[in-house]
């Protein structure tokens, strides 16, 4: 298994200010996946981070908005930018690990975030 | 492409009474398939996993589910409901084998209301 610490758990945040998330990782992992889940719906991937290159995107969402950066192999952060209630969610770090030929993923607590 | 649809967004039982969560999905290759359960204001948990070794997957507090590729279903059971079991669960679906660090499609998710 893997444990992942992630922080703030919750913050209350003024429109045009940013927020950012840190993602901490008790293994080295290649692959860092920030998510994002808006109010009563699913999860939706923002984008994959790799240590040592640009983090890749999904489709609507943007570098400019979430900066991501991948210092190490245990550690990352996610950025929100210019903040606006549209972006009040709940953030969540992501990794993943092969058992056997399978992989599972594992999941930091999230952060609530409110903006006003 | 994988996708993944969970056919009810809302599940209401009794407590006592069997638990069904449906899900369907679609991939490519042989996919690797998971339920995530998420109660109130708490990470996600991993409920079972799917691995090729059988087609009736047993998860944690009771749940199994059934892995169906004739019908690409992957529906998640349990005997008797628990007013514990109250919670979101998720169907998620990753295409990618052997492969660390795999990008998971989630279904919409399915609220599981448990009536006293």
């Known amino acids: ?116 | 492409a994988q996708s993944v649809t969970q056919l009810d967004s809302h599940v209401s039982v009794s407590e006592g009474t069997p638990v069904l969560l449906r899900c369907n999905y679609s991939s490519s290759y042989s996919p690797s398939l998971f339920w995530y359960v998420q109660h109130p204001n708490k990470g996600l948990q991993l409920l079972l996993k799917y691995t090729s070794a059988a087609t009736l997957v047993k998860g944690i507090n009771g749940f199994e589910a059934e892995f169906k590729k004739s019908e690409t279903s992957f529906h998640l059971t349990k005997p008797s409901a628990h007013m514990s079991d109250a919670a979101e669960y998720f169907c998620v679906v990753s295409e990618e084998e052997g492969k660390a660090g795999n990008m998971l499609t989630f279904g919409g998710g399915t609220r599981l209301m448990v009536k006293p």
Do not use: H
């Not at chain 1, 927020?19 to 290649?30: E, Y």
């Not at chain 1, 210092?71 to 549209?86: A, K, R």
């Open chain 1, 1 to 116: 298994s893997a444990v992942i610490s992630q922080k703030p758990s919750r913050d209350i945040c003024q429109r045009g200010t940013s927020l950012t998330i840190q993602c901490q990782v008790d293994s080295q992992v290649t692959m860092m996946f920030w998510y994002r889940q808006q109010p009563g719906q699913s999860l939706t991937l923002i984008a994959t981070a790799n240590q040592g290159s640009e983090a890749t995107y999904e489709s609507g969402f943007v570098i400019d908005k979430f900066p991501i950066s991948r210092p190490n192999l245990t550690f990352s952060t996610l950025t929100v930018s210019n903040m606006s209630p549209e972006d009040s969610s709940i953030y969540l770090c992501s990794v993943g690990r092969s058992s056997g030929l399978r992989p599972e993923a594992f999941f930091g607590q999230g952060t609530r975030l409110t903006v006003v």
